[in-house]
């Protein structure tokens, strides 16, 4: 479904990504881990068209996307739900989930809506609060939401656990997995809670200084010696 060749990118003089090489099959939950700076953040920018790369190649669904526009990779079904959730403070929970499908225009965007609010109670109980005033946990669901409201083929998640306590984070992971196997999407995700990336993943990427160092399966890395003393403390 997703391939990307020999990625390079930079901001300004200094490079982010080298020669990055990634494969996701359709269906797959594909995990990227590594430290602060590593790149992950940058290639999942690269894939959604928010920042060119200066070299390489991506390919979605047999369609060459490297120099596509974010609105074109949103059309062709992969849709971005980034670091920090990045809800628009200001706007109603329910405008901003109008957001998520501002390309669609098909008749089911009402059934959408009601299937989300039955998914997340609390986001039908606030639809008509600003966003900014949810609790942290409740904008996640409210990011998550809006990314699904655009129907995509394929989600990228940065770090859907930032900032959350504990007992939101194990439902956040959840949720991603009920999006893979309930909602049949496809899902990259960057994680810094590299452990529960690894359990949660079909196949994971470990970025070091913008080159990725090492593939497998979840339970492949979880064996990996320097996994283990680099990302697991142990």
Do not use: W
């Not at 639809?127 to 669901?141: I, P, Y």
């Amino acid at each position: 479904m997703l391939k990307v060749e020999g990625l390079h990118c930079n901001y300004g003089k200094v490079s982010a990504v080298r020669d990055l090489n990634m494969e996701v099959a359709e269906g797959e939950l594909v995990t990227l881990i590594g430290a602060n700076g590593a790149g992950k953040t940058t290639t999942l920018k690269a894939i959604s068209g928010l920042l060119p790369p200066t070299e390489g190649r991506i390919v979605f669904d047999g369609e060459d996307i490297t120099n596509a526009s974010p609105r074109r990779i949103l059309e062709l079904g992969i849709a971005h739900c980034p670091e920090g959730r990045r809800v628009f403070p200001y706007m109603s929970v329910r405008e901003n989930l109008e957001m998520g499908c501002f390309l669609r225009s098909d008749p089911a965007i009402q059934d959408d809506m009601e299937n989300i609010f039955a998914r997340f109670p609390v986001l039908r109980e606030r639809r008509d609060q600003a966003a900014g005033t949810l609790s942290g946990g409740e904008q996640q669901m409210l990011a998550i939401s809006r990314a699904l409201m655009s129907r995509p083929k394929l989600i990228l998640f940065d770090e859907p656990s930032l900032g959350l306590a504990p007992n939101l984070v194990e439902r956040t992971f959840e949720i991603v997995r009920e999006i893979r196997e309930k909602d049949g999407v496809t899902v990259v995700m960057v994680e810094q809670n590299a452990f529960a990336a690894l359990e949660l993943c079909d196949h994971s990427y470990v970025l070091e200084s913008g080159e990725t160092t090492l593939q497998g399966t979840g339970e492949e890395l979880l064996r990996d010696e320097h996994v283990r003393k680099a990302y697991l403390g142990g």
